[in-house]
């Protein structure tokens, strides 16, 4: 069984700054895929980013980019420019590949971006 | 392009009833997975449609039960409602015979509460 763990509860970053959000996973595949998505109070969950295990160069969305540390089982998420409209809950989740898969999801970790 | 839908936005049910809840993948998606989000939490893995038949499912109890039509949409139901199953269910869709089977697209979920 996989776990993923999101150890800070809550983080806050002032605009413009930079911030990043950790997320560590345990799993005994070695091929997955990993997230990370972005719940905002309305709700509806947005993928941030995606990386997938074999790929050793870290995925970059814009403002947005991963530290993925395989052999550390680690997947940390970048936020520069922090801007309002990037207060959200963020969920690390995570999906073996092969066959049919679920996704396993963390607990969250709770963003406010202070103007 | 639609992306996945779900109806309705918000339930209300006392405890014992039966509760259907609908949603509709992205274009070219084939297919559906259920989550319940309690309050604080991240999602859990109720089950997963493809082909009209389920794929996978968490630890959920029999009251959990799911179909999915020729035209992919899917329906989540739940009998003999307890309080406990307040919570918000998101459908996330992804496409297994369109080979991005492991990146899933979220709706914007259906809020149940439970009296």
């Known amino acids: 069984a996989q776990t993923v763990t999101q150890s800070q509860p809550e983080m806050s970053v002032q605009e413009a700054e930079t911030v990043t959000l950790s997320c560590t996973y345990d799993?005994?595949?070695?091929?997955?895929?990993l997230f990370w998505y972005k719940q905002p109070p309305s709700r509806q969950m947005i993928l941030v980013i995606r990386q997938e295990a074999y790929k050793q160069q870290n995925a970059t969305e814009n403002r947005f980019s991963v530290n993925f540390q395989k052999a550390a089982k680690s997947f940390s998420l970048k936020i520069s420019d922090s801007q309002l409209g990037d207060t959200a809950m963020y969920f690390c989740a995570f999906i073996p590949s092969g066959g049919y898969q679920k996704v396993t999801f963390g607990t969250g970790t709770k963003l406010q971006v202070i103007p | 392009d639609a992306g996945v839908t779900q109806s309705p936005t918000h339930l209300i049910k006392t405890r014992g009833q039966q509760v259907t809840l609908r949603c509709s993948p992205k274009s070219g998606h084939d297919t559906v997975s259920w989550y319940q989000q309690a309050l604080g939490q991240g999602p859990q893995f109720i089950f997963q449609?493809?082909?009209?038949?389920?794929?996978q499912r968490g630890n959920f109890p029999d009251r959990f039960s799911g179909h999915q039509f020729p035209n992919y949409s899917s329906e989540l139901n739940v009998n003999a409602l307890l309080l406990g199953d307040s919570a918000l269910y998101l459908c996330?869709?992804?496409?297994?015979?369109?080979?991005?089977?492991?990146?899933?697209?979220f709706g914007p979920g259906t809020r149940l509460t439970v009296l």
């Open positions: 449609y493809y082909e009209e038949e389920e794929r």
């Open positions: 996330a869709s992804s496409s297994w015979s369109g080979g991005s089977y492991y990146t899933q697209y």
């Open positions: 799993t005994s595949e070695n091929n997955y895929y």
